[in-house]
């Protein structure tokens, strides 16, 4: 079983859509990540869910929203996509907020390509 | 912000031989400094890990070395394998971050080639 599964793996879209990228995982970890890779490889996050309560926003566009159905579920959909939103995007999860917590489980990341 | 600031960007080293990827940072608070690997097509996997309570990590061939009085680290590969050849990432974050790995600081990656 996939530990931390997203959908699609790849999206190819227009400017000026929107889009979704789903994810999901299985281990039971209370809080859950999405990471922008860019293509220099740079991870930066985004956004993080700490049972379904939003705990970072680092300063990404407004047009970026995470949706939390359940703790097990962290979507990523965006408007009125930019050529500058081409990246891969990972999604991943974590440990509760223990001692320690630190490793990070990765998803094997949603390539978008905005035209 | 927060910065780890990794080299080299690119390395490339002989099969048999010793790859040397060096961080450094910056914020005193950091005290938990994993590495993650990745693989083209791949999500970052973790693949070791140090606090700075002892000086040297080594798993296998891997070994991460600490200097907390420099606040650098390093990942040495020992006997390097074209299946190591990969992305690697350090990393930094607060042990008491409130969320885990929410203050984790990746570095800007090592694209590392091992050539047979």
């Known amino acids: 079983d996939t530990a931390v599964s997203q959908t699609p793996k790849y999206l190819v879209t227009q400017m000026g859509n929107d889009k979704s990228i789903k994810c999901e995982q299985n281990l039971g970890h209370d809080t859950m990540y999405w990471y922008k890779q860019d293509s220099k490889k740079f991870l930066k996050i985004m956004f993080s869910y700490n049972n379904k309560e939003l705990i970072i926003n680092e300063t990404v566009p407004n047009r970026f929203s995470p949706k939390s159905p359940d703790k097990a579920h962290l979507n990523l959909h965006i408007n009125s996509l930019e050529l500058g939103d081409s990246a891969v995007y990972f999604c991943?999860?974590?440990?509760?907020?223990?001692?320690?917590?630190?490793?990070?489980?990765f998803g094997e990341g949603s390539r978008l390509t905005v035209l | 912000q927060q910065q780890v600031k990794q080299s080299p960007q690119s390395l490339i080293v002989q099969k048999g031989g010793i790859s040397i990827i060096n961080c450094a940072y910056e914020?005193?608070?950091?005290?938990?400094f994993p590495w993650y690997q990745q693989f083209p097509g791949k999500g970052p996997a973790l693949l070791i890990a140090?606090?700075?309570?002892?000086s040297e990590k080594k798993e296998g061939r891997f070994t991460i070395s600490f200097n907390k009085s420099a606040k650098q680290f390093s990942l040495h590969i020992m006997d390097s394998q074209p299946g190591d050849s990969a992305t690697y990432f350090c990393a930094a974050s607060p042990e008491y971050s409130g969320g885990g790995a929410d203050g984790l600081t990746f570095g800007k990656g090592t694209h590392l080639i091992i050539q047979p």
């Open positions: 991943a999860s974590s440990p509760s907020r223990d001692r320690g917590a630190g490793e990070l489980f």
């Open positions: 140090i606090r700075p309570d002892v």
């Open positions: 914020n005193t608070a950091f005290d938990y």
